[in-house]
């Protein structure tokens, strides 16, 4: 049975952080997503359904960072406690000179999500574009999308709605 200090040591040096390591993995594939999904929404000219999408993620992401970032520090918290606990009571001292070396020696925890930043915000990334097909043209986010009433009017009236799009940049398709 783990002396109070060793339990101490344990959740923070250990249990805890483990529980880190499993946030940051779920929050760095929910970030690979969200990229994704910013992406593919800039392509699609930001329709509402797909920008709610990314900012429920992006609130998700968000609280997932913060829980990673109160994990480490509760473990910080605890190893603190434990260390004052140490220096100031004999009972404890004793428990501690009898803990094994690898619980003694154990790293503090750290763990490292970025920040996610806006991902409602238009998305198109030029530096990184998603592969399009051929003959596919880039969707300009910062143009508004032609409402189906004007579509409408516009093919009766024998006129193409779409205003002229440009190629996507920097690609070569042919």
């Known amino acids: 049975m783990d002396t109070p200090i ?3 040591y344990r959740a923070a040096k250990e249990e805890i ?3 880190g390591d499993y946030l940051t993995r779920i929050a760095g594939s929910l970030q690979s997503a969200i990229t994704t999904l910013d992406r593919q929404t800039a392509h699609a000219g930001e ?9 429920v993620g992006g609130d998700i992401y968000d609280v997932l960072h913060l829980a990673v970032r109160s994990l480490d520090n509760a473990s910080l918290a605890l190893i603190m406690t ?16 009898k803990l094994s070396g ?5 790293e503090l925890p750290h763990h490292s999500t970025e920040e996610l930043g806006d991902p409602e915000a238009p998305g198109y990334d030029v530096e990184h574009p998603m592969p399009m097909p051929p003959g596919s043209t880039h ?8 409402t189906p ?5 516009a093919r009766d009236a024998g006129e193409d709605p779409q205003p002229e799009l440009p190629e996507a940049p920097g690609r ?3």
């Open 139 to 146: 969707v300009d986010p910062s143009v508004d999308p032609v």
């Open 172 to 174: 070569d398709w042919e």
């Open 17 to 19: 952080p483990a529980e």
């Open 102 to 106: 690898d619980l003694k020696d154990a």
């Open 47 to 55: 329709p509402a359904l797909m920008t709610s999408m990314l900012r």
């Open 6 to 8: 060793e339990a101490i």
């Open 149 to 153: 009433d004007q579509d409408s009017e």
């Open 82 to 97: 434990a260390d004052d606990f140490v220096n100031t009571d004999d009972e404890a001292r004793a428990d501690y000179e």
